[in-house]
């Protein structure tokens, strides 16, 4: 079983920057890929980005360019770092990572108005 703990979501105005972390406890030795989904008011969960535990990332279309997901094996801990923020850019983040089964954070809200 693996734990997660997200924190860095918040406010910001359109054109702004967050960086979302998620550090993992438990059996992490066992953790291969990481990643980061979204869920906006009334719309189902997204994937957002994933990375592999050698550092591969892949990423949504919709942030191709502005997000950017990295990882620290000796942390335990996977960031996001998001650029240019925009307002449709709002939503409860989840954190995941994968074992046998996939273990998911509390997740952290992002708010980008003006």
């Known amino acids: 079983q693996v734990q997660l703990v997200e924190s860095g979501g918040g406010w910001v105005q359109p054109g702004g920057s967050l960086r979302l972390s998620c550090a993992a406890s438990g059996s992490i030795f066992s953790i291969s890929a990481m990643g980061w989904y979204r869920q906006a008011p009334g719309k189902q969960r997204e994937l957002v980005a994933t990375?592999?535990?050698?550092?591969?990332?892949t990423y949504a279309e919709f942030v191709k360019g502005r997000f950017t997901i990295s990882r620290d094996n000796a942390k335990n801990t996977v960031y996001l770092q998001m650029n240019s923020l925009k307002p449709e850019d709002t939503a409860v983040y989840y954190c995941?990572?994968?074992?046998?089964?996939?273990?998911w954070g509390q997740g952290t809200q992002v708010t980008v108005s003006s």
């Open positions: 990375i592999t535990h050698s550092g591969s990332a």
């Open positions: 995941y990572a994968d074992t046998s089964v996939r273990s």
